[in-house]
Protein backbone atom coordinates (compact mmCIF):
# COMPACT_ATOMS: atom_id res chain seq x y z
CA UNK A 1 0.00 0.00 0.00
CA UNK A 2 1.81 3.28 -1.04
CA UNK A 3 -1.13 6.09 -1.08
CA UNK A 4 -2.59 6.61 2.79
CA UNK A 5 -5.50 9.23 4.20
CA UNK A 6 -5.00 10.44 7.45
CA UNK A 7 -8.30 11.81 8.99
CA UNK A 8 -9.36 13.56 12.36
CA UNK A 9 -8.32 15.32 15.43
CA UNK A 10 -5.92 13.81 17.13
CA UNK A 11 -6.19 13.60 20.88
CA UNK A 12 -5.01 16.37 23.54
CA UNK A 13 -0.72 15.76 24.44
CA UNK A 14 0.39 16.38 28.03
CA UNK A 15 0.04 19.92 27.51
CA UNK A 16 -3.01 20.24 26.37
CA UNK A 17 -2.97 20.60 22.78
CA UNK A 18 -5.33 19.24 19.80
CA UNK A 19 -4.24 19.01 15.92
CA UNK A 20 -6.46 18.42 12.94
CA UNK A 21 -5.30 16.12 10.66
CA UNK A 22 -6.78 16.18 7.17
CA UNK A 23 -6.09 14.53 4.02
CA UNK A 24 -3.01 15.06 1.66
CA UNK A 25 -4.06 17.21 -1.18
CA UNK A 26 -1.99 15.14 -3.71
CA UNK A 27 -2.76 11.44 -2.55
CA UNK A 28 -4.27 10.94 -6.20
CA UNK A 29 -2.75 13.31 -8.11
CA UNK A 30 -1.89 10.36 -10.88
CA UNK A 31 -5.92 9.98 -11.67
CA UNK A 32 -6.39 13.97 -11.88
CA UNK A 33 -3.99 13.64 -15.12
CA UNK A 34 -4.85 11.32 -16.93
CA UNK A 35 -8.61 10.94 -18.11
CA UNK A 36 -7.71 7.24 -19.55
CA UNK A 37 -5.87 6.24 -16.03
CA UNK A 38 -9.14 7.89 -13.78
CA UNK A 39 -11.61 5.83 -15.99
CA UNK A 40 -9.64 2.90 -15.34
CA UNK A 41 -8.67 2.65 -11.76
CA UNK A 42 -11.21 4.85 -9.95
CA UNK A 43 -12.48 2.02 -8.35
CA UNK A 44 -9.35 0.24 -7.61
CA UNK A 45 -7.24 2.91 -5.10
CA UNK A 46 -9.70 2.72 -2.20
CA UNK A 47 -9.11 -0.88 -1.75
CA UNK A 48 -5.46 -0.75 -1.83
CA UNK A 49 -5.22 2.59 -0.13
CA UNK A 50 -4.72 2.78 4.10
CA UNK A 51 -7.12 5.49 5.91
CA UNK A 52 -5.90 6.03 9.31
CA UNK A 53 -8.33 7.79 11.87
CA UNK A 54 -7.26 9.35 14.95
CA UNK A 55 -10.04 8.73 17.04
CA UNK A 56 -12.69 6.14 16.46
CA UNK A 57 -15.40 9.33 16.58
CA UNK A 58 -13.81 10.24 13.37
CA UNK A 59 -14.23 7.12 11.86
CA UNK A 60 -17.54 6.49 12.97
CA UNK A 61 -18.52 9.88 11.42
CA UNK A 62 -16.62 9.68 8.02
CA UNK A 63 -17.34 6.32 7.19
CA UNK A 64 -21.05 6.47 8.16
CA UNK A 65 -21.73 9.02 5.74
CA UNK A 66 -20.08 7.32 2.36
CA UNK A 67 -22.20 5.19 0.34
CA UNK A 68 -22.05 1.98 1.47
CA UNK A 69 -20.38 0.35 -1.97
CA UNK A 70 -17.47 2.99 -1.06
CA UNK A 71 -16.78 1.22 2.58
CA UNK A 72 -16.95 -2.24 1.32
CA UNK A 73 -14.49 -1.24 -1.36
CA UNK A 74 -12.34 -0.33 2.01
CA UNK A 75 -9.66 -2.75 2.75
CA UNK A 76 -7.31 -1.50 5.30
CA UNK A 77 -7.79 0.69 8.10
CA UNK A 78 -5.28 2.27 10.80
CA UNK A 79 -7.02 3.80 14.44
CA UNK A 80 -5.51 5.58 17.06
CA UNK A 81 -8.22 4.38 20.30
CA UNK A 82 -10.03 1.85 20.74
CA UNK A 83 -12.65 2.90 22.41
CA UNK A 84 -15.49 5.36 21.97
CA UNK A 85 -16.81 7.48 24.70
CA UNK A 86 -20.62 9.62 24.42
CA UNK A 87 -22.27 11.31 27.00
CA UNK A 88 -25.48 9.61 27.75
CA UNK A 89 -28.87 11.12 26.60
CA UNK A 90 -30.56 10.41 29.77
CA UNK A 91 -27.93 11.34 32.93
CA UNK A 92 -24.34 13.16 32.94
CA UNK A 93 -22.93 9.52 32.97
CA UNK A 94 -20.53 8.73 29.76
CA UNK A 95 -21.06 5.28 27.76
CA UNK A 96 -17.76 3.60 26.41
CA UNK A 97 -18.11 1.49 23.15
CA UNK A 98 -15.32 -0.86 22.36
CA UNK A 99 -14.23 -0.58 18.67
CA UNK A 100 -15.50 -3.83 17.54
CA UNK A 101 -18.79 -2.51 19.05
CA UNK A 102 -18.17 0.55 16.72
CA UNK A 103 -17.34 -1.33 13.70
CA UNK A 104 -20.66 -3.32 13.76
CA UNK A 105 -22.78 -0.55 12.96
CA UNK A 106 -20.85 -0.16 9.85
CA UNK A 107 -22.30 -3.08 8.05
CA UNK A 108 -20.97 -2.87 4.72
CA UNK A 109 -16.89 -3.09 6.19
CA UNK A 110 -14.85 -5.80 5.05
CA UNK A 111 -11.80 -5.14 6.16
CA UNK A 112 -8.26 -7.10 5.22
CA UNK A 113 -6.08 -5.46 7.81
CA UNK A 114 -7.10 -3.63 10.62
CA UNK A 115 -4.70 -2.16 13.10
CA UNK A 116 -5.50 -0.63 16.43
CA UNK A 117 -2.94 1.82 18.42
CA UNK A 118 -3.80 2.43 21.90
CA UNK A 119 -1.65 5.20 23.48
CA UNK A 120 -0.86 5.30 26.68
CA UNK A 121 1.74 8.35 28.17
CA UNK A 122 3.07 5.45 30.40
CA UNK A 123 3.94 2.68 28.64
CA UNK A 124 4.46 3.94 24.90
CA UNK A 125 1.48 2.94 23.61
CA UNK A 126 0.64 -0.47 22.09
CA UNK A 127 -0.54 -1.65 18.31
CA UNK A 128 -2.66 -4.64 17.29
CA UNK A 129 -2.70 -5.49 13.58
CA UNK A 130 -5.11 -8.38 12.77
CA UNK A 131 -5.50 -9.61 8.89
CA UNK A 132 -8.10 -11.70 7.57
CA UNK A 133 -7.53 -14.74 5.83
CA UNK A 134 -3.47 -14.91 6.37
Known amino acids: MSTG ?3 GEQPMDRIGVERVVTATSNGLALLRTCQQVFQ ?3 HLWI ?3 LFGFETT ?4 DILAD ?3 ATVASIRHI ?3 GAHLTLKSLHSKEYELYQIGT ?6 HLRLDTL ?3 KSSVKKGGAVLTLYRGV
Not at 57 to 60: D, F, H, I
Not at 102 to 107: A, G, M, R
Open 47 to 49: SNA
Open 78 to 80: RIH
Open 115 to 117: TVR
Open 57 to 60: KALL
Open 5 to 7: FSL
Open 40 to 42: ETR
Open 66 to 68: LPS
Open 102 to 107: VLKLLH
